[in-house]
């Protein structure tokens, strides 16, 4: 078990009643964090505030089972100033959206606000339940798009869970909306704290490599040749030069295990550049009825 005594505020992308806030609680109460709540408006501003602050943590969605990588979370993370914040731990949450409104008339929404992931989510019900021409309107996140709608007239909704109905005191007019209903969001855990091995550990790693045909493959065989399973790969643009890219890589194992330190090693001498994002235990995605 991680030993956080020592923190004194967890960051995390609010403001109140936020998925992410909701996550925030799940590893407050995992890992017996008695911290001060740090709502941020952005999610560079999350990392900036655990790469500034000692004693800190951090909380970020990085990956959506429907839209895929969560770019900004990962692209903050790696050029975080501190080599030292990575990933501690990860949570699966199922995400179920439903349309929440301050009237009680479904018939009268013109106007729909969320985050742009969760409007991506559920783009079934709203072309197929709301108004052709319906208004939407991207906020920065579905807790901010609840709490914005005072500003505006009651013909609009958001997206959001039920616990931001009960915060910002909404009606729900449909729940579970979300087109998949195996819908849910992988969140982690970040700060400049130490892992211990538990045998069922994750790794994950960022790197670049020159832009020659075979230099991804010849790392790629070196996860083959020592046998560790490569469970997830991205790329990511390395925002340097046009062309040039940032792979993202989970495999397991655990980075003071010998077997990794030594694959490590040997894939630092055919890259250009690295980053170690972190080693935590493996959590397992949550499987939903359809």
Same mark, same amino acid.
């Given at each position: 078990?991680?030993?956080?005594?020592?923190?004194?505020?967890?960051?995390?992308?609010?403001?109140?009643?936020?998925?992410?806030?909701?996550? *925030?609680?799940?590893?407050? @109460?995992?890992?017996?964090?008695?911290?001060?709540?740090?709502?941020?408006?952005? /999610?560079?501003?999350?990392?900036?505030?655990?790469?500034?602050?000692?004693?800190?943590?951090?909380?970020?969605?990085?990956?959506?089972?429907?839209?895929?990588?969560?770019?900004?979370?990962?692209?903050?993370?790696?050029?975080?100033?501190?080599?030292?914040?990575?990933?501690?731990?990860?949570?699966?949450?199922?995400?179920?959206?439903?349309?929440?409104?301050?009237?009680?008339?479904?018939?009268?929404?013109?106007?729909?606000?969320?985050?742009?992931?969760?409007?991506? $989510?559920?783009?079934?019900?709203?072309?197929?339940?709301?108004?052709?021409?319906?208004?939407?309107? @991207?906020?920065?996140?579905?807790?901010?798009?609840?709490?914005?709608?005072?500003?505006?007239?009651?013909?609009?909704?958001?997206?959001?869970?039920?616990?931001?109905?009960?915060?910002?005191?909404?009606?729900?007019?449909?729940?579970?909306?979300?087109?998949?209903?195996?819908?849910?969001?992988?969140?982690?855990?970040?700060?400049?704290?130490?892992?211990?091995?538990?045998?069922?550990?994750?790794?994950?790693?960022?790197?670049?490599?020159?832009?020659?045909?075979?230099?991804?493959?010849?790392?790629? @065989? /070196?996860?083959?040749?020592?046998?560790?399973?490569?469970?997830?790969?991205?790329?990511?643009?390395?925002? $340097?030069?046009?062309?040039?890219?940032?792979?993202?890589?989970?495999?397991?194992?655990?980075?003071? @295990?010998? *077997?990794?330190?030594?694959?490590? $090693?040997?894939?630092?001498?055919? /890259?250009?550049?690295?980053?170690?994002?972190?080693?935590?235990?493996?959590?397992?995605? /949550?499987?939903?009825?359809?």
């Amino acid at each position: 078990m991680l030993n956080f005594e020592t923190v004194k505020s967890v960051a995390y992308l609010g403001p109140q009643a936020s998925f992410t806030e909701m996550a *925030k609680d799940y590893f407050c @109460e995992k890992f017996n964090i008695n911290a001060y709540p740090e709502p941020m408006t952005t /999610i560079k501003q999350v990392v900036e505030f655990v790469d500034n602050t000692p004693d800190t943590l951090g909380v970020l969605a990085v990956e959506n089972s429907i839209e895929g990588t969560v770019r900004e979370s990962l692209d903050n993370l790696m050029y975080s100033s501190n080599p030292n914040i990575k990933i501690l731990s990860e949570y699966y949450m199922p995400i179920h959206h439903c349309l929440l409104a301050r009237t009680t008339e479904f018939s009268s929404i013109t106007g729909i606000i969320s985050h742009p992931q969760a409007l991506a $989510q559920c783009q079934n019900f709203i072309h197929n339940e709301l108004p052709f021409n319906v208004n939407i309107i @991207e906020a920065p996140s579905t807790a901010e798009a609840a709490r914005s709608l005072q500003n505006y007239n009651l013909t609009y909704a958001s997206i959001g869970s039920k616990k931001t109905a009960e915060t910002y005191n909404l009606n729900v007019l449909k729940e579970n909306i979300n087109d998949d209903k195996t819908n849910q969001t992988r969140f982690i855990l970040i700060g400049d704290f130490e892992t211990e091995a538990t045998g069922n550990d994750k790794t994950s790693l960022a790197f670049s490599t020159e832009n020659k045909p075979g230099a991804l493959l010849n790392i790629l @065989e /070196i996860f083959m040749k020592n046998n560790i399973n490569l469970s997830y790969i991205a790329s990511r643009p390395s925002k $340097q030069q046009f062309g040039d890219y940032i792979f993202i890589v989970n495999f397991d194992g655990h980075i003071h @295990e010998p *077997k990794i330190m030594s694959t490590i $090693q040997e894939i630092k001498e055919k /890259i250009t550049f690295m980053r170690f994002l972190g080693s935590y235990k493996k959590s397992k995605a /949550i499987v939903l009825p359809r």
